[in-house]
């Protein structure tokens, strides 16, 4: 771990690593603070950090708002994917990597930046849609949606569309 003369940015690092994994509560602390190789005396200094709480208290918040395994799932994921985007950081200017191999991690963190034009990053988003309902009585019937449509969708009136399927 660091050192009090170490600067407040490495700091920072650390900080969110240790804070998001005692925000999700998935270790006793003890084993957190042994797999960051703390002692007591620096965990204490952590604890009194203005900046460590801060990190602390929005890492709970967000774990906290999560209601759905999903929800929790994807915080997880994304929390474990941010933990290693230095690492990909880094690679984009290691020599020693073939350049092939950094141009992927470049367009990587394009696409999580949402630097590539892509808006769909990690599941956001979408084209639109498509429902099929088979009731075993009636022909199945497809509904396809494009964004666009779903827009209008919501300003019209979908008492329209379900007597419309009743008939069928």
Known sequence: M???DDSNEMFAIEFSALAREIAMDIFPIEQILELHRLEEPEWARIQANRKFQQILGDM????NATATTRERVRVKAASGLESTLEVYIRAITDDNIPLAQRVEAGKFLARLGELDGNKDVMGVGGNGVTININTGH???VTIDV???QLHLL???DVSEASDEYASQ
Do not use: G, I, Q, Y
Request: neutral net charge.
């Open 146 to 148: 494009t964004s666009n």
């Open 138 to 140: 009636k022909p199945p």
């Open 154 to 156: 919501a300003t019209e």
């Open 2 to 4: 660091t050192t009090a």
């Open 60 to 63: 709970v918040r967000e774990w």
